[in-house]
């Protein structure tokens, strides 16, 4: 049974840090690329960053600079980790894992920046 289980999302003040994490079973997680996609009400669901099987990096230029996307295939899991966040980073943050035609998503993690 394919899991993806989101953590680390709550809130944050505006200029502060979270790291999310997404722990993975059920499938072969070092073969698959990882993404971190964020979404609000009323908006479509919006790529932040992925990593792939080899450890190649990319992100959304909202993000660049800010935000750091890690794997440890030891552990399954793929972190988020967000610096210098905005209030406009406010969205549930969902984890996706892709290979091929074949996806897996988990339950997203809130994640709320205000003063």
């Known amino acids: 049974q394919v899991q993806l289980v989101e953590s680390g999302g709550g809130l944050v003040q505006p200029g502060g840090s979270l790291r999310l994490s997404c722990a993975a079973s059920?499938?072969?997680?070092?073969?698959?690329?990882m993404s971190w996609y964020r979404q609000v009400p009323g908006k479509q669901r919006e790529l932040v960053a992925t990593?792939?099987?080899?450890?190649?990096?990319n992100y959304a230029d909202s993000v660049k600079g800010r935000f750091t996307i890690s794997r440890d295939n030891a552990e399954n899991t793929v972190y988020l980790q967000m610096n210098s966040l905005k209030p406009e980073d406010t969205a549930v943050y969902y984890c996706?894992?892709?290979?091929?035609?074949?996806?897996?998503w988990g339950q997203g993690t809130q994640v709320t920046v205000s003063s």
């Open positions: 996706n894992a892709g290979r091929g035609y074949v996806g897996y």
């Open positions: 059920g499938f072969t997680f070092s073969s698959y690329t």
């Open positions: 990593i792939t099987s080899g450890g190649f990096t």
